[in-house]
């Protein structure tokens, strides 16, 4: 296991041992869920009610992740607890911090069923006053967008609720983002001075495409008796999804992004092949559509900047055209390369004409400032690339291996 992160952090929280690996999990339960896994384990009908509020406030307000920890549990209790079920974090991988202090984490989960192990990115970027953690949805991704590093890497399976959840509990570990364990059991976390205060649904992964997993965690994430992160803080992106855009705003009630990079049919299709089955007309239809739209509750329009390909004036002013009588904000991206690709950025001269030209038209245009590049953490770069770089490590070694045998003989 390779760890690169400094000798300051907190420590590791506890991962799941291999032979617990079948064993199912009580995170990503939704009240109802942990209340009927109580029953079936034998907790009696009386007792439910109640073990699921202790246990929605160990797990989501203190974030322990050993039963043992929950001092308010009965002994008996606890040890039914761990014969039945697990609450221990996905294993980190690798775990880097950037230059500018964003941090990725590689992390790894364990099979399901007859499939293997399965590792996604996660990272964090701290802010002056806020800290947005980006979660990732799916192992790989099924969109294929021409400038997205994560898009030429096949998609695996989806997340369960427990995995995207994962994500935030293990951050909030890391970052000493919790109480401490000798906080008296009743202490609520405050809302102000968090570490994570943001969570973006932007990272490996189409979250409209694994709908049903990410509305459980983000509406447990949000919910008010346990992490309790304002709606108005958490983002889901999406690059077009459209019959589930309108879902989104009715059952899980977050902020809208819209990757759109395009303003043509015919470039965004090359660019977004999803926009093949959902053109922009019916995307901005549905855009339009989505609920408590208004000039406080604004859907953002995520736009990387692709030198010669879509950063004219012309695009600027089509794009203006496009978003008219939606409540918009345009995030400029400058694109961050990855090995392989043939798109370059473009020049920081025109991204701030573009900006400017949307800025004079009405709308808030600020150019996202590119984080995380040297350990490939940006904006289109995830894509496990340590899990790359352990293959042709492996390889490596195997040459060695072979070469030195021959030798011997």
């Not at 967008?145 to 890497?153: E, L, P, R």
């Not at 965690?217 to 459209?242: E, P």
């Not at 090359?270 to 859907?299: E, F, Q, T």
Request: aromatic share 6%; with cysteine; hydrophobic share 40%.
């Amino acid at each position: 296991m390779t760890d690169m992160l400094s000798l300051d952090r907190p420590a590791r929280p506890a991962t799941r041992p291999a032979a617990l690996q079948e064993m199912p999990s009580l995170i990503g339960l939704t009240r109802e869920e942990m209340g009927k896994a109580l029953a079936e384990v034998g907790v009696a009908e009386r007792q439910v009610k109640m073990r699921v509020s202790q246990l929605w406030h160990w797990l989501y307000v203190r974030g322990v992740s050993d039963f043992d920890h929950m001092t308010n549990v009965s002994k008996d209790m606890r040890e039914t607890l761990k014969r039945h079920f697990t609450i221990a974090r996905p294993e980190v991988v690798e775990e880097q911090i950037s230059t500018d202090g964003t941090r990725k984490w590689l992390l790894r989960f364990p099979a399901r069923g007859a499939g293997r192990p399965v590792e996604i990115e996660t990272v964090y970027i701290p802010e002056e006053g806020r800290g947005t953690l980006c979660i990732s949805s799916q192992v790989g991704c099924t969109l294929t967008c021409s400038f997205c590093h994560t898009g030429t890497q096949k998609l695996v399976r989806n997340l369960t609720a427990e995995e995207i959840l994962a994500q935030l509990l293990l951050a909030r570990d890391r970052l000493g983002d919790f109480p401490d364990r000798d906080t008296p059991p009743g202490t609520i976390a405050p809302a102000e001075g968090r570490k994570v205060s943001n969570v973006v649904m932007m990272g490996m992964g189409e979250p409209l495409y694994n709908f049903e997993s990410v509305k459980t965690a983000l509406l447990i994430a949000t919910d008010g008796d346990g992490l309790s992160l304002s709606k108005r803080r958490v983002t889901l992106s999406t690059s077009g999804i459209v019959p589930e855009i309108y879902r989104t705003g009715e059952e899980i009630g977050v902020m809208l992004a819209i990757s759109l990079h395009a303003v043509r049919d015919d470039l965004r299709d090359m660019l977004v092949p999803i926009n093949k089955k959902y053109p922009l007309k019916d995307l901005m239809d549905a855009c339009r559509a989505y609920p408590g739209l208004s000039n406080a509750r604004r859907i953002t329009f995520e736009y990387v900047m692709l030198e010669g390909v879509n950063d004219s004036l012309e695009d600027a002013k089509e794009l203006v055209k496009l978003l008219k009588g939606v409540p918009a904000k345009i995030n400029l991206i400058p694109f961050n390369p990855w090995p392989g690709t043939n798109y370059q950025c473009s020049q920081w001269d025109q991204i701030e004409k573009f900006a400017d030209f949307i800025n004079a038209a009405g709308y808030a245009s600020p150019i996202r400032t590119p984080r995380g590049r040297d350990i490939l953490a940006a904006c289109g770069q995830l894509k496990s690339e340590s899990e790359r770089m352990r293959k042709v490590d492996r390889m490596a070694f195997e040459a060695m291996m072979i070469a030195n045998h021959g030798a011997d003989d």
